[in-house]
T-cell receptor, first 108, second 117 residues
Framework: GQNIDQPTEMTATEGAIVQINCTYQTSGFNGLFWYQQHAGEAPTFLSYNVLDGLEEKGRFSSFLSRSKGYSYLLLKELQMKDSASYLCAVGSGNMLTFGGGTRLMVKP | DAGVTQSPTHLIKTRGQHVTLRCSPISGHKSVSWYQQVLGQGPQFIFQYYEKEERGRGNFPDRFSARQFPNYSSELNVNALLLGDSALYLC????????????????FGPGTRLTVL
């Protein structure tokens, strides 16, 4: 079966750094995606990892360890507009399985 | 360039009715995937179509069906609606099928909000 776990909620302060963890157990692996979803809107792509290591893209970085079934999304210099849900998703075969999402609240 | 479009935006149905949701992918994209997102949860994979063939199916009952047309647009059909089918239905398009094994970003449409009374 497919199982993806991530924390339900996190709170952080504007200007700080936050790390959102994701663990997964899937049959097959094509890559791991992170999406951002603001309330009432569609998910938007943030990052993609298929090899172990860190991928950096501006204020956002994503890490993958395939042997541990583990990924994290790192958000630096948090801004109020970063308040959203962050979705971890794993591609396997012809499916894309999402975790339940982590709702991040950024406070002043 | 137009992104992924979905219609209708909102829909209200009653139990037992049938619904058809429509999706037009980004021009040049050959794969369309459908997801159901219940409030407060992550999207759940329903179907993937690539080159007009079903390539993947999630754990949904046979009341859910879909098809992809020669122009790569797609329809999702749900029969015998239940209260639990109330959700945001998302369509996503990508260049290749999900099993391509390479970078294959999915672009999501705005969704159709279905309410079953």
């Amino acid at each position: 079966g497919q199982n993806i776990d991530q924390p339900t909620e996190m709170t952080a302060t504007e200007g700080a750094i936050v790390q959102i963890n994701c663990t997964y157990q899937t049959s097959g692996f094509n890559g791991l995606f992170w999406y951002q979803q603001h309330a009432g809107e569609a998910p938007t792509f943030l990052s993609y990892n298929v090899l172990d290591g860190l991928e950096e893209k501006g204020r956002f970085s994503s890490f993958l360890s395939r042997s541990k079934g583990y990924s994290y999304l790192l958000l630096k210099e948090l801004q109020m507009k970063d308040s959203a849900s962050y979705l971890c998703a794993v591609g396997s075969g012809n499916m894309l399985t999402f975790g339940g999402g982590t709702r991040l609240m950024v406070k002043p | 360039d137009a992104g992924v479009t979905q219609s209708p935006t909102h829909l209200i149905k009653t139990r037992g009715q049938h619904v058809t949701l429509r999706c037009s992918p980004i021009s040049g994209h050959k794969s369309v995937s459908w997801y159901q997102q219940v409030l407060g949860q992550g999207p759940q994979f329903i179907f993937q179509y690539y080159e007009k063939e079903e390539r993947g199916r999630g754990n949904f009952p046979d009341r859910f069906s879909a098809r992809q047309f020669p122009n790569y647009s797609s329809e999702l059909n749900v029969n015998a609606l239940l209260l639990g089918d109330s959700a945001l239905y998302l369509c996503a398009s990508s260049l290749w099928g999900l099993a391509s094994g390479s970078y294959n970003e999915q672009f999501f449409g705005p969704g159709t909000r279905l309410t079953v009374l």
